[in-house]
């Protein structure tokens, strides 16, 4: 099976720049996605292939892909981007692959 | 505005069914494939089906296949999962997912719905 995987949780000052890493065999071939999830919420894609933001989701999210790693960066954290996050990659053989999620934490 | 409201879910003992519902709004429901995505209590999200607009073609994970079949409405703009033979490990809240497009770089989920809690317990 394909496996994506990611930190248990990251921590991150308000304002400072948090990275969430997703690892995964040759997952730069692929197109990764990141998913958003706040407590009792659905949800809420935040990047796709790779690097695009969808409408209305602040410019302080990107994203990158290379080798066996994307990251999703969030710079100037806010306490309001306070949540699960999730990558996603889409595998011909094993169908969409979600990674394990890390909690992201605004001290 | 894309809406997605799914339905159906409740508590049932085991080795029962459950049909979930997906009523969609906002697009061409045809012209996208649809999917369902379940979330474990505290766990992660995991894939569970997914078929296409036309409804010709369908796919599940191995945790579901032989007891789950997803089918969709396109008249009625609802999408649908069909669950059999049910285990405790199928708790979790169903999500239906919109997917952006039908090429590979479009193959993941770009709206959601609010989620139905599906509950396998005697």
């Known amino acids: 099976s394909y496996e994506l995987t990611q930190p248990p949780s990251v921590s991150v000052s308000p304002g400072q720049t948090a990275s969430i890493a997703c690892s995964g065999d040759?997952?730069?071939?692929?197109?990764a996605c990141w998913y958003q999830q706040k407590p009792g919420q659905s949800p809420v894609l935040v990047i796709y292939q790779n690097n695009k933001r969808p409408s209305g989701i602040p410019e302080r999210f990107s994203g990158s892909n290379s080798g066996n790693t994307a990251t999703l960066t969030i710079s100037g954290t806010q306490a309001m981007d306070e949540a699960d996050y999730y990558c996603q990659a889409w595998d011909s053989s094993f169908s969409y692959v979600f990674g394990t999620g890390t909690k992201v934490t605004v001290l | 505005e894309v809406q997605l409201l799914e339905s159906g879910g409740g508590l049932v003992q085991p080795g029962g069914s459950l049909r979930l519902s997906c009523a969609a709004s906002g697009f061409t429901f045809s012209s996208y494939g649809m999917s369902w995505v379940r979330q474990a209590p505290g766990k992660g999200l995991e894939w569970v089906s997914s078929i296409s607009g036309s409804g010709g073609s369908t796919y599940y994970a191995d945790s579901v296949k032989g007891r789950f079949t997803i089918s969709r409405d396109n008249s009625k703009s609802t999408l649908y999962l069909q669950m059999n033979s049910l285990r405790a490990e199928d708790t979790a809240v169903y999500y239906c997912?919109?997917?952006?497009?039908?090429?590979?770089?479009?193959?993941?989920?770009?709206?959601w719905g609010q989620g139905t809690l599906v509950t396998v317990s005697s």
């Open positions: 997912g919109r997917r952006a497009g039908n090429t590979v770089p479009t193959k993941y989920f770009d709206s």
């Open positions: 040759k997952l730069g071939d692929k197109y």
